[in-house]
């Protein structure tokens, strides 16, 4: 079994930073792919970023260019860069791992972006 926790979320004002962290733990050996989905209130949850088993990288075009995705192989950690943040990037962020998808998640943080 994995677990997954994940930080660093909070209230920042539109235009302002966040870097979300998420660590796994328990057996940890096969993951390879590592991501974050996002789910907004009365929305459906949106993937964001991925990183796949090879390192090809994918983001959501609403994220293009403001968030970066990376990640520490040896502590199978992801990491979430936010930049430029808007409003409507507020929601409850969700990392995810697994073998060549996401097949485990976190409980989610949530990021507000508001004045």
């Known amino acids: 079994q994995v677990q997954l926790v994940e930080s660093g979320g909070g209230l920042v004002q539109p235009g302002g930073s966040l870097r979300l962290s998420c660590a796994a733990s328990?057996?940890?050996?096969?993951?390879?792919?590592m991501g974050w989905y996002r789910q907004a209130p009365g929305k459906e949850r949106e993937l964001v970023a991925f990183?796949?088993?090879?390192?090809?990288?994918n983001y959501a075009d609403s994220v293009k260019g403001r968030f970066t995705i990376s990640r520490d192989n040896v502590k199978k950690t992801v990491y979430l860069q936010m930049d430029m943040l808007k409003p409507e990037d507020t929601a409850v962020y969700y990392c995810?791992?697994?073998?060549?998808?996401?097949?485990?998640w976190g409980k989610g943080t949530l990021v507000t972006v508001s004045l």
């Open positions: 328990g057996n940890i050996f096969s993951i390879n792919a």
């Open positions: 995810g791992m697994g073998r060549y998808g996401l097949d485990y």
């Open positions: 990183i796949g088993s090879r390192g090809t990288i």
